[in-house]
């Protein structure tokens, strides 16, 4: 069953999985929820030039699009790696409003994320450059990449709990440059699994509809 597009509080719409009976972003605003977890609490806190970006989860492409646009604002060089098994159908692609909502006249921008070659480095903007690698993040191997933000969006560790692991978070702790990792969810078994890792973790106040969120560090 392909997931079904749904519309947010904010009016930008996400996607619902009736397998596992959940949504790729909040119901209380997918493009607010975003903003408020990936990029400001977590690449805007990033103050190098040039960010290496990992995205666990490329999904609708909301957090791509983001931060391709920060990047042009900011005029910060962002590499930006993302990890998906199950890309979604390019029809759902065409429905999503998020240019509609944020900028218009990125529209053929945001069609872009999502046309790029997979397993492979494309610059769409001066500077954004998106690498899309399908693959099943619990066996990925990060090799030499060391990364300085990720974006941690997998499905809830109700629905996925093999995300959630400390295996899953010491991995990411190796592939870090001094990384601050932003995630929604911020239960406690998550916590400790990441601080076993060695991230040092901190709960801070989440978007609209979710009290808490995590942000993590490698120290």
Not at 87 to 98: A, Q, R
Request: charged letters at 25%; hydrophobic letters at 35%; a negative charge.
């Amino acid at each position: 069953m392909q997931p079904k597009l749904t519309k947010t509080l904010d009016g930008s719409y996400t996607l619902y999985v009736p397998e596992i009976d959940e949504h790729y972003h909040s119901i209380n605003g997918a493009i607010q929820e975003s903003n408020h977890i990936f990029i400001n609490a977590g690449l805007k806190k990033c103050a190098k030039d040039t960010i290496h970006v990992l995205e666990v989860g490329f999904g609708t492409g909301l957090n791509a699009f983001l931060t391709m646009l920060e990047a042009e604002k900011s005029a910060k060089n962002i590499l930006f790696t993302t990890i998906e098994l199950y890309p979604i159908d390019e029809n759902k692609v065409k429905s999503l409003n998020y240019a509609e909502q944020i900028l218009t006249a990125k529209s053929s921008d945001f069609e872009k994320l999502h046309t790029a070659n997979w397993d492979e480095k494309v610059q769409l903007t001066t500077h954004f450059t998106l690498e899309k690698i399908q693959a099943d993040f619990t066996k990925y191997d990060f090799c030499e990449e060391k990364f300085d933000v990720i974006y941690f969006d997998a499905f809830s560790p109700e629905k996925q709990p093999e995300m959630w692991s400390e295996n899953i978070f010491s991995n990411l702790y190796n592939a870090s440059n001094n990384a601050i990792l932003t995630t929604y969810c911020s239960k406690g078994m998550v916590r400790r699994a990441m601080q076993k890792a060695g991230f040092w973790v901190e709960r801070i106040p989440g978007p609209p509809g979710k009290r808490e969120m995590i942000r993590c560090i490698k120290v």
